[in-house]
């Protein structure tokens, strides 16, 4: 099982930033896909973005693009969520999670480990 541990959560206005981390075991935080989900009060679980093994492909929803940047550094386990231009609607607790299979996917049932989430909160 992979430990997946994510931080930077917290409360910012709108049109902030904040940048979210996940480090993962050694194994598995370098050879893995990663993804972030989100998950409002009321709603389903909803892919955010993710990142092939190598960071060289990556991938993000709809409702993000172009605001937020997924990437990661193997070197120090982590994978990071970059969140530009927050907006009310991104509150959410945010989860990683680690894919084992090949390429990107944004289905949930890919993912095979997750984090126990980190709170975001984006006041008006």
């Known amino acids: 099982q992979v430990q997946l541990v994510e931080s930077g959560g917290g409360l910012v206005q709108a049109g902030g930033s904040l940048r979210l981390s996940c480090s993962a075991s050694?194994?598995?935080?370098?050879?893995?896909?990663m993804g972030w989900f989100r998950q409002a009060p009321g709603k389903e679980r909803e892919f955010v973005a993710a990142?092939?093994?190598?960071?060289?492909?990556?991938g993000y929803g709809d409702s993000v693009k172009g605001r937020f940047t997924i990437s990661r550094d193997n070197a120090k386990y982590t994978v990071y969520l970059q969140m530009n231009s927050l907006k009310p609607e991104d509150t959410a607790v945010y989860y990683c999670?680690?894919?084992?299979?090949?390429?990107?996917?944004?289905?949930?049932?890919?993912?095979?480990?997750w984090g126990q989430g980190t709170q975001v909160t984006v006041s008006s």
């Open positions: 050694a194994r598995t935080g370098s050879t893995y896909a």
């Open positions: 990142i092939n093994w190598n960071g060289r492909s990556t």
């Open positions: 999670a680690a894919d084992p299979g090949v390429g990107i996917s944004t289905k949930e049932e890919r993912y095979k480990s």
